[in-house]
């Protein structure tokens, strides 16, 4: 027996697209979704407190933009969103700062028409699953740690456990079980889909894990701070100009106003390029706190109450973003589906408009669901 026709690793917004897409085309198969993450969300996921269950921080993506023209596609899947309130205009001001302090309304990220979630960005995947009006099985906490092909199915095995799932295709979303980098950050001895389908048994398999190795991504070391201060009157994004980002190797500050007159703060690191193994990994951390606290009071020159609330804030810790963005070799779409092995991929790595960002994501998970709704569960 199969737990489901198609299992989906990662819960992100692309999985989470290409779930909804493939129910909004009325494909009959069963789907299972397993996610490492407690919750929906991916780069986009929404950070909550155990002490303060009412807190919520978006401490990845905050927003993201669409570019025009917009596939028909991916704009049927985002009607229901936009109708029912979950997508919509961002309500802060995006503004950018100078190496000198000096602040601009203009330009750049402040000239995007920014989109957010409502009431927070993980919101989006919740809405996407929720729109299989519960045909789908969920299963968070789950890091998927081994593949295996077995005959004409998949099976997943999770990290640390013998709980498993199998199903006859299988899609990644998120490179981690098919992308090199995995083997220093995790310690891991190979790549899980390579152990899984040996080389030159599918041709399309092998190019597509052949670009995944080539392919590189942005480290991000985004610090997080509770603010004792209301902060709806600031705006919701500060980015810095790109000199001002080579200059504090920082990309922007995200405020995000909490119902309790408190603000949480992002500040958005640039990598260094050390390497990051599980023993560098704490030191790193600590550095990269200390590092990013020091440099606020320079970068909010502008705004000294917000300043000096910062000198008061409480940190909630840096969360490690190991690939925020990719930057380079793109997978072309032709393999995004690699039919002899049943397996096939989706996420911002996939090459078309809005490449390394939230609406490629989206796209890649819109296109794989057309061209696998055309397939008999
Ligand atoms: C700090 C930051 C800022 C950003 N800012 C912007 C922005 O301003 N605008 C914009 O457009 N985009 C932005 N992005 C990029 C945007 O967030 C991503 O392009 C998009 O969210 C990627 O979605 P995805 O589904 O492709 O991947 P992901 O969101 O990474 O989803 C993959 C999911 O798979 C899960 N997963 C991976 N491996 C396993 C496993 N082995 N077992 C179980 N689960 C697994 C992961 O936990 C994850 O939830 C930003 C990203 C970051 C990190």
Request: aromatic share 6%.
């Amino acid at each position: 027996m199969l737990d489901a026709d198609l299992v989906v690793i990662g819960a992100g917004l692309s999985g989470c697209s290409l779930i909804a897409r493939l129910r909004q085309l009325q494909w009959p198969g069963t789907m299972a979704v397993v996610e490492a993450g407690r919750g929906p969300g991916g780069r986009t996921a929404t950070r909550r407190r155990r002490d303060e269950p009412h807190w919520r921080l978006d401490h990845g993506a905050p927003g993201f933009h669409l570019e025009d023209p917009l596939a028909e596609s991916v704009q049927s899947l985002l009607d229901p969103l936009r109708d029912n309130g979950v997508l919509r205009q961002a309500k802060g001001a995006v503004m950018s700062v100078d190496t000198d302090g000096s602040i601009s309304r203009s330009g750049g990220p402040a000239d995007r028409a920014w989109l957010e979630g409502e009431p927070f960005m993980a919101s989006l995947c919740e809405a996407l699953l929720a729109m299989n009006d519960g045909a789908l099985s969920q299963h968070f906490g789950r890091r998927v740690r081994t593949l295996q092909r077995d005959g004409d199915h998949w099976c997943v095995v999770q990290e640390g456990s013998d709980w498993q799932l199998r199903g006859r295709r299988l899609v990644l979303s998120g490179s981690l079980l098919a992308h090199p980098r995995s083997l220093a950050m995790l310690d891991w001895r190979q790549v899980p889909l390579r152990e899984a389908v040996p080389a030159g048994q599918d041709p399309e398999l092998d190019q597509a894990l052949e670009t995944l190795a080539l392919s590189r991504a942005e480290v991000r070391w985004n610090l997080m701070l509770d603010l004792p201060l209301n902060g709806d009157q600031y705006p919701r994004q500060i980015w810095l100009t790109p000199e001002a980002q080579a200059h504090w190797r920082v990309e922007r500050l995200v405020l995000h106003p909490q119902a309790d007159n408190r603000t949480g703060l992002v500040v958005h690191g640039l990598d260094s390029g050390k390497t990051i193994t599980p023993e560098t990994q704490p030191v790193l951390l600590k550095q990269e706190e200390q590092r990013l606290r020091q440099l606020l009071p320079e970068l909010l020159k502008a705004w000294p109450e917000l300043q000096s609330a910062c000198e008061r804030a409480e940190s909630l810790g840096v969360m490690r973003w190991g690939a925020s963005q990719p930057i380079d070799h793109p997978l072309p779409p032709a393999l995004q589906w690699c039919d002899a092995s049943g397996v096939g991929f989706c996420g911002d790595y996939v090459d078309g408009p809005g490449f390394g960002r939230a609406e490629g994501a989206i796209r890649s998970g819109v296109n794989l669901a057309q061209h696998l709704s055309t397939l008999t569960p």
